[in-house]
């Protein structure tokens, strides 16, 4: 026991030298439905450098949300190993693995999830709140979040009062505003017609140039092309791993 923790260590101290985020080794996430079992991820290994835009693709029920759920530490692997900046998610207590998903990832649904009674400085503040952030600062680093998605004038807005191109860019302030290392985005542009669904993706071009480390998730090829790499999963497994040229 105390040689494995070691040499999850050492291995955690290689992947951190070597700017890797997101790290898999033969990760499985098995249901069992009666008889029937089901292996929505199987046997994956993926490794996800500081600073890539990626994006997962595979058609419904390939297992990208399945995942997404444990690349973001929503979930925990049947089988295999995650190791996200170089810690070992398996051997995380419950305090660390709510602090990684409040402050190492920004999450952004199809489904934007906003608090609809909320400001859009109110639901932007929210992780802050949640870390314990004193209130002068949530408010200036609030702000800065909805500057970086041109919102600053919606900020006393309501989710109602906001187009749904506008509605994303609160989610994105929101899932940026805690600086995280990773942003997780399922579907994003799912819920919003081609012309706004294409204004998220150039906002997303611009947080990756600035240094986000970006991972999409994705049925459609249109949206994909917007990564820099494409990992295209089938039946849980990875099918295709290549690298998009711009
Ligand atoms: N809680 C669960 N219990 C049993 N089976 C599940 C569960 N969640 C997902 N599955 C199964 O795992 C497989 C992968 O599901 P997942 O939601 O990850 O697919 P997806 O690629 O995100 O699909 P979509 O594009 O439709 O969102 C599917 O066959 C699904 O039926
Ligand atoms: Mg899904």
Same mark, same amino acid.
């Given at each position: ?15 951190? *030298? ?15 439905? $009666? ?16 600073? %890539? ?6 058609? =419904?029920?390939?297992?990208? =949300? ?23 998610? =398996? ?55 909805? *500057? ?23 989610? /994105? ?7 995280? =290392? ?31 480390? /970006? /991972?999409?998730?994705?049925? %459609? ?14 039946? $849980?497994? /990875? %099918?295709?791993?290549?690298?998009? %040229?711009?």
């Amino acid at each position: 026991m105390a040689q494995a923790l070691e040499l999850a260590e050492e291995r955690g101290a290689q992947l951190k *030298q070597q700017n890797i985020v997101i790290r898999t080794y033969d990760l499985w996430k098995t249901y069992e439905m $009666g008889d029937q079992i089901i292996n929505a991820v199987s046997g994956v290994d993926i490794e996800i450098h500081r600073g %890539e835009y990626v994006a997962i693709m595979g058609p =419904s029920g390939s297992g990208k =949300s399945t995942l997404m759920n444990l690349i973001g530490c929503l979930d925990t692997p049947t089988r295999g190993e995650y190791y996200i900046n170089g810690r070992l998610v =398996s051997e995380m207590t419950d305090d660390e693995l709510a602090r990684i998903r409040n402050k190492e990832i920004g999450f952004v649904f199809q489904t934007f999830n906003l608090l609809p009674r909320a400001t859009s400085l109110h639901n932007v503040e929210l992780p802050l709140i949640y870390s314990g952030t004193p209130a002068a600062e949530r408010i200036a680093r609030a702000k800065r979040a909805l *500057q970086q998605v041109d919102l600053e004038k919606r900020m006393n807005h309501k989710p109602n009062e906001l187009s749904g191109g506008q509605r994303q860019r609160v989610a /994105i302030a929101r899932a940026l505003v805690n600086d995280p =290392s990773i942003l997780l985005a399922d579907e994003p542009t799912g819920n919003l017609d081609t012309a706004t669904g294409n204004e998220i993706m150039a906002l997303f071009e611009r947080l990756y140039r600035q240094g986000n480390t /970006i /991972i999409l998730v994705t049925h %459609e090829a249109d949206i994909a092309r917007h990564a820099h790499r494409i990992i295209h999963v089938r039946d $849980g497994k /990875i %099918e295709m791993d290549e690298r998009v %040229e711009h």
